[in-house]
């Protein structure tokens, strides 16, 4: 499988708003990512269940998020990724809140998120 780059997070170096970067890990969305969408996301009336990798990756978010004409997981780039901004609560429209609701994933399962969309949120 060909590995990406992630833009504006090079592995081993570079800087971003996020304070997260590619790492050299491979994560599975199967394996990583899903179970970590399943433990986190499906409870509460907030919340929006437990999201599939379809409804994530290209999905483009529209007004009802304050006008962004953002992308919720852009492969390849944490920047772009919406996800990444509510994951890390960096940059975010100002009515919103980060993911979970009320809380902050621990830095590992971030990291994890981070992996996987820099190698372009395979659905492996």
């Known amino acids: 499988m060909a590995s990406y780059g ?11 708003s996020l304070g997260v970067e590619c790492s050299s890990a491979h994560p ?3 394996s990583d990512v899903a179970p970590i969408l399943a433990s986190n996301c499906g409870g509460g ?13 290209g999905t483009t978010l529209g007004e009802d998020d304050c006008d ?3 992308v919720d997981v852009f492969p390849g780039s ?6 990444m901004h509510k994951l890390t609560g960096v940059d975010m429209c100002p009515a919103t809140s980060t993911m ?10 971030i990291q994890t998120f981070a992996d996987w969309i820099c190698e372009g949120a395979p659905a492996n």
């Open 6 to 16: 992630c833009s504006g997070a090079p592995a081993g170096g570079g800087d971003n």
């Open 28 to 30: 599975s969305y199967t």
């Open 45 to 57: 009336e907030e919340c929006h269940g437990v999201p599939t990798r379809e409804s994530m990756v």
């Open 68 to 70: 962004l004409a953002t």
């Open 78 to 83: 944490l920047e772009k990724s919406y996800l």
């Open 100 to 109: 979970p609701l009320g809380s902050m994933l621990p830095q590992a399962d």
